[in-house]
DNA sequence: CGCAAGTGAGACATGAATGTCTCACAAGGA
DNA sequence: TCCTTGTGAGACATTCATGTCTCACTTGCG
């Protein structure tokens, strides 16, 4: 009978292990097991335990992510107001994933095609149907794909978070600087 | 006396092995030397009796990636017209090795504040200097700065890359999709 | 007070990539 | 023809992350 009470000081929160995980790798991805489980404050051998290989950690890592890009989905309520509106709070409502996304959006790349998570696949279709519908109400230029649009989005996520990281950027810009040059581009706008 | 003549076969072309290895690292950037080694048709210990190890060969890549880089800088001659002109030059040139520079740029993520080669600092100069030269024009919004524009103009050459390698982008829009979201954004212009 | 459960520390084996070495072979030059 | 040079193939030791195991310790509970 597994009652999933706790026992003793149970520094052993599989959330608890998962933040750590996904804070360190951000800044290292290639942080050994044994990093991981001291980046957490638990021995190598209860990181084991609840999680039985580096594979599967990655995975936990991949859809704990997953779950936080959806969960920054509903958040942001897509179908309100226009579709810039939308993309400004979906962004905001990214922010705080930024580092893990930008982990899994690069570890994602040296999956050589071995068929990636599903939940990806639900996620672009959801953003780039975002996308879609500002390029239907005249919002949004038409000579830029949605697919192209959606992958901009991301590689401007994962860049403004390493610039934060190492500093070339202010951490406070985060938002402004993506949805801005995502929107509008570096071009001067005329003014009206 | 070491006359750099060929004597056999010698199709141990450095040149050659860099190439090679820039397309599969792009590729699989967790390639092992013998796979490198096969990749440029030669076998694993000539691969090691040109480049000392793994890091060299990867720094033998950086030192690639950085030439062509500023060879692509030279070339778009960043003075010249407008800072619009001369970013739309830039990309153009930088298309070629946009492969390389992904993989690099991804790779560098991973050293952990170790110095990075003094060659990208130049080229971060140089790049910065030229949105800068746009905004002081005028012709550039100020509210984001050179260095965002840096970081996003590497950032979306990545993205753009791997779309493009996997199919999600049509590589002949490469260079339109860069340039028009980088400088005009997603936002449609209002007609003047 | 014991018992059960979970943990930390460490030993140990495994596998993979790496780096080093030797040896035989092919090709060009004297 | 003989010698030099560079190469391919393979054996070998080494390193490192990983995965598995054991054992002692601590804590909560009956």
Known sequence: MSHLRYCCLMAVDREHVLRSAAALLTRKSTATMDEVAKAAGISRATLHRQFAGRDALVRALEALGIEECEAALDAA??????????????????????????????????????????????????????????????????DLTPAWLTEALYGLMASASWAVTEGRVAAKDFHHMIVELLLGGALRREEP
Chains 1, 2 share one sequence.
């Open 77 to 142: 309520r897509l179908g309100d107001g226009t579709a810039q509106e939308a993309v400004r709070r979906l962004v905001g409502e990214l922010e705080r994933s930024a580092g893990l996304l930008a982990f899994l959006y690069t570890e994602n790349q040296l999956f050589e095609g071995d068929g990636q998570h599903e939940g990806w696949a639900r996620i672009d279709v959801r953003v780039a149907a975002l996308f879609r519908r500002g390029q239907e109400s005249g919002e949004f230029r038409i």
